[in-house]
């Protein structure tokens, strides 16, 4: 199947739309001035932003005060939105997920693996056939000091792997799970009911871009559970080898909150950590989640 893909000439120039663009860091990330969230946006705002996001992937804007309404008409020029089946919701706003940790980890326990899944390296709901293709992420309560988020390109990380390693991947497949991760934080009932609604699903372990083509490593440590077709011991050695590549600083960009920050990713094209290290304090976000696509290869 032959696929057109977008290059930049497709999209409207940032500073068209009175925006400037500053790359955050050497493989991704750019803060966006000059654009108010809070206003609805032209076709070419829509266009510029897109184009933006293709090209470093992580978008951060500060002081963007804005509403849940401004939140949601801001997800929806990018796609249809949609929900989480267990992290709880703005009330009245099934679009919106409250992602908070209101009783507290310390950095011991955070680090365990049972911990929530927004502090370990994932890319959001791979469990689902068609994984999200965007999250959008809004500071509500900041702690004083700490609970940034990391960002990773896996594209540069396919791109660095050893010739072997990506020839043996490019055609293999892996299974995700929801009840990997968010199995242990729910009772029986509710187990079983994800399990029903959440089948595994195999992903290629290498995805393209479905608007750039670029090619993406395609496994995380929160919902990936093994490689199709190879042995327990071999399916773990290799996933601990990739999972280890996305924490290499080299190919991630860190953002330090701010008061009414919106941080909008490109989900088929990162991963992402939230940093927990802020106990006793409380971080409460609120995130839009943009539907996406089956990743195919
Ligand atoms: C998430 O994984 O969507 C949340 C990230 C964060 O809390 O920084």
Same mark, same amino acid.
């Given at each position: 199947?032959?696929?057109?893909?977008?290059?930049?000439?497709?999209?409207?120039?940032?500073?068209?739309?009175?925006?400037?663009?500053?790359?955050?860091?050497?493989?991704?990330?750019? @803060? *966006?001035?000059?654009?108010?969230?809070?206003?609805?946006?032209?076709?070419?705002?829509?266009?510029?932003?897109?184009?933006?996001?293709?090209?470093?992937?992580?978008?951060?804007?500060?002081?963007?005060?804005?509403?849940?309404?401004?939140?949601?008409?801001?997800?929806?020029?990018?796609?249809?939105?949609?929900?989480?089946?267990?992290?709880?919701?703005?009330?009245?706003?099934?679009?919106?997920?409250?992602?908070?940790?209101?009783?507290? !980890?310390?950095?011991?326990?955070? !680090? /365990?693996?049972?911990?929530?899944?927004?502090?370990?390296?994932?890319?959001?709901?791979?469990?689902?056939?068609?994984?999200?293709?965007?999250?959008?992420?809004?500071?509500?309560?900041?702690?004083?000091?700490?609970?940034?988020?990391?960002?990773?390109?896996?594209?540069?990380? @396919?791109?660095?792997?050893?010739?072997?390693?990506?020839?043996?991947?490019?055609?293999?497949?892996?299974?995700?799970?929801?009840?990997?991760?968010?199995? @242990?934080?729910?009772?029986?009932?509710?187990?079983?009911?994800?399990?029903?609604?959440?089948?595994?699903?195999?992903?290629?372990?290498? $995805?393209?871009?479905?608007?750039?083509?670029?090619?993406? /490593?395609?496994?995380?440590?929160?919902?990936?559970?093994?490689?199709?077709?190879?042995?327990? $011991?071999?399916?773990?050695? /290799?996933?601990?080898?990739?999972?280890?590549?996305?924490?290499?600083?080299?190919?991630?960009?860190?953002?330090?909150?701010?008061?009414?920050?919106?941080?909008?990713?490109?989900? $088929?094209?990162?991963?992402?950590?939230?940093? /927990?290290? @802020?106990?006793?304090?409380?971080?409460?976000?609120?995130? *839009?989640?943009?539907?996406?696509?089956?990743?195919?290869?």
């Amino acid at each position: 199947m032959s696929h057109a893909y977008a290059t930049a000439d497709d999209f409207i120039p940032a500073e068209d739309i009175g925006a400037a663009i500053t790359p955050a860091g050497p493989t991704l990330g750019a @803060y *966006v001035e000059g654009i108010d969230l809070s206003d609805p946006f032209s076709a070419d705002a829509v266009s510029a932003i897109r184009g933006a996001l293709l090209t470093h992937k992580v978008l951060f804007f500060r002081d963007q005060n804005i509403s849940h309404e401004d939140h949601i008409r801001f997800g929806r020029y990018f796609g249809d939105l949609e929900g989480h089946p267990v992290t709880a919701h703005v009330p009245g706003h099934p679009e919106i997920l409250h992602i908070e940790a209101a009783d507290g !980890l310390k950095i011991s326990e955070a !680090l /365990l693996p049972i911990a929530r899944p927004a502090n370990k390296w994932h890319t959001d709901v791979t469990f689902r056939e068609a994984p999200s293709m965007g999250g959008i992420l809004r500071m509500r309560k900041m702690p004083p000091i700490g609970g940034d988020t990391i960002f990773a390109d896996t594209a540069a990380i @396919y791109d660095d792997l050893p010739p072997d390693v990506k020839r043996r991947i490019e055609t293999l497949d892996a299974e995700h799970d929801i009840l990997q991760s968010f199995g @242990y934080r729910v009772s029986d009932e509710k187990r079983e009911e994800l399990r029903k609604e959440f089948p595994p699903r195999t992903h290629p372990m290498v $995805r393209a871009h479905p608007e750039t083509g670029e090619r993406h /490593l395609f496994v995380n440590h929160v919902f990936t559970k093994r490689v199709i077709g190879l042995e327990d $011991r071999e399916s773990k050695e /290799l996933l601990t080898y990739l999972f280890d590549r996305v924490k290499c600083p080299e190919y991630q960009v860190r953002f330090q909150w701010s008061e009414n920050a919106v941080v909008f990713w490109d989900n $088929r094209a990162t991963q992402h950590y939230a940093v /927990l290290d @802020y106990w006793p304090h409380e971080r409460v976000v609120e995130r *839009v989640t943009v539907q996406g696509d089956k990743p195919f290869r």
